[in-house]
């Protein structure tokens, strides 16, 4: 059996690329396996910020489109795509037939030591430049962080870990980068293989962002196996790599961006785990200028469910519709409400005293 996989060319879509071919080769099946390189909208249009990009192709499948369009019309089996970049709505014909073991969905702040100038988060001085082109960064960025500045930074990974030591007025103090993919790319050697880049490494902090401060996007840390649903011995095959207990947290993140109608372009990041309760937990975070942000500012929130599944549907419902506000009156009530309506905002009713004498 010969598994023809497509990737992009970057050097992080290609290690990832290459980590399902080796694993589908040490299946028992042993499918001969190659990987063709295609080359995506997203990797086309790189002198715009990414929404200038998405608005150009319409918003969507931005890093997905042409390795989709390879799959439809037979010139590859399978594509490895990063999850978060996946649009939530997928072309007829087409499945996930598999998502492997998730792996750190942090983002990471990296920057030259030299340039550190605060213990506190995000370590570095007031009107720093952080170098993104992640409208979900750029919204946390401005939500959190407000005495920061945001240089738009497109590139791959190296190239954007370079631009650090550039002689340029933009020139990046500090960038954001999915935690995953930089340790993905360290683990295979892609940063010593260049003497200047290994050099660099050596001298940069890095820092993860915990999810309640800044959480990641959607999917995040995981990859998605994308094939035909038609094809019926491939989907055999790479079901063996799928993991089962990391789809329903997955689901979960990916519910709220359907919902959303999102895609790279929708400043929302959600991040779905099970405590130590056994209940599922879900961080949110969605920007001011989101079509759904009935708020007009932007937010974070954390809410629990017993199923990933209801947990999605209330976040989406509380996101889109105003939240109750009661008087209960008395805080055994207030507390019967919080079981059965969570996202209640429950007040107790005000109380009036005679005035002070001589007031």
């Not at 492997?100 to 550190?116: A, G, K």
């Amino acid at each position: 059996m010969k598994i023809r996989i497509g990737s992009r060319g970057s050097d992080l879509a290609l290690t990832q690329s290459r980590y399902v071919a080796e694993r589908l080769r040490q299946l028992p099946e042993q499918p001969e396996v190659d990987i063709e390189i295609i080359r995506t909208s997203g990797d086309r249009i790189i002198d715009v910020s990414l929404r200038e990009a998405g608005a150009q192709i319409d918003g969507k499948g931005l890093f997905t489109k042409e390795l989709e369009d390879a799959l439809l019309e037979d010139r590859i089996d399978l594509a490895v795509h990063s999850y978060k970049d996946l649009p939530s709505l997928m072309p007829d014909g087409l499945c996930i037939a598999a998502v492997p073991q998730r792996v750190e969905v942090e983002d990471l702040l990296i920057f030259p030591r030299e340039r550190r100038a605060r213990a506190a988060a995000p370590f570095l001085p007031p009107g720093a430049r952080i170098g993104t082109s992640s409208v979900r960064r750029q919204a946390l960025l401005a939500h959190r962080f407000a005495d920061l500045s945001i240089v738009e930074l497109r590139g791959n990974v190296p190239t954007r870990i370079l631009r650090l030591m550039e002689d340029r007025p933009d020139r990046p103090d500090g960038i954001l980068l999915a935690r995953a993919g930089v340790e993905r790319l360290e683990a295979a050697g892609v940063f010593a293989r260049d003497e200047a880049l290994a050099e660099l490494w050596a001298k940069l902090e890095k820092h993860v962002l915990a999810p309640d401060l800044f959480p990641p996007a959607p999917a995040q840390g995981a990859l998605a196996i994308q094939t035909r649903e038609a094809d019926a011995s491939t989907r055999a095959v790479v079901a063996r790599l799928h993991d089962a207990q990391a789809e329903e947290c997955l689901g979960a993140e990916r519910a709220v961006l359907a919902a959303l109608e999102g895609g790279c372009h929708l400043p929302l990041g959600a991040l779905c785990a099970k405590n130590d309760r056994g209940e599922f937990g879900l961080h949110v975070f969605l920007g001011a200028e989101a079509e759904d942000n009935r708020k007009g500012a932007s937010f974070y929130m954390y809410r629990e469910a017993h199923t990933a599944r209801d947990l999605a549907e209330r976040v989406v419902r509380e996101i889109r519709t105003p939240l109750p506000v009661v008087l209960p009156g008395r805080e055994e009530r207030e507390a019967e409400l919080h079981q059965t309506h969570p996202e209640t905002i429950a007040l107790p009713l005000l109380s009036t005293e005679a005035p002070l004498a001589g007031a």
